[in-house]
């Protein structure tokens, strides 16, 4: 009896699927950028629940109202579900719908703009959120008068990130859509 393991390992043949891992390295960036997310979320939670941070956005309104929401629910769930989950899930899709179909996705140009817009568009949201929270809620211990002269940049920057994710939505809808496009027809 040899004790060498090389007679038990097993080397699969060079198939078709050797070039796989070429063609989804464009999928790394995706997961990447889902794990960020989960960790700034982590340590978003982790930091809003240590008490002298929770009194204050609890003294700011969150989760209620006032300035204290923006970080406490909206840029928390923004940055775990959106940066986290959605894209991990377009990673999955993009990486089934050829496995599924046995065709490949309709645009690796339509998946590379659903990745680039929806990760500045929900970058942007979570930042945006976070320093008009801190900022807004800082004013609203000391100054609360002067909130509405930096309010009303509050939205103007929030339309704009949230325009730049819906457009990487978009982009990962119709690449889906059109990806399996006639699917059922022959069926």
Known sequence: MSNDLSEHTHTPSL????????????????LIFSVVSFFVG?????????????????SIGSPYGGPGHMIDPLAHAHINLVGGVTILGMAITYYLIPK?????IYSRSMAEHSFWWSACGVS???????????????????NPEEIP????F????????????????????ANVLLSVKGLYKNS
Not at 15 to 30: G, I, M, N, V
Not at 42 to 58: E, M, N, S
């Open 100 to 104: 599924i179909t046995h065709k490949p």
């Open 154 to 173: 509050y939205g103007p920057v929030i339309s704009i990130a949230a325009t730049a994710l819906a457009i990487g939505f978009w982009a990962y809808l």
């Open 124 to 142: 942007a949201f979570y930042i945006s959120l976070m320093i008009f929270g801190i900022w807004e809620g800082n004013l609203w211990l000391t």
């Open 15 to 30: 198939s078709a699927d050797a070039q796989e891992p070429k063609e989804l390295r464009y999928l790394a960036k995706f």
């Open 42 to 58: 982590t340590v978003h939670g982790v930091l809003q629940v240590i008490p002298a941070i929770r009194a204050w956005l609890d």
């Open 149 to 152: 002269a930096i309010h009303r």
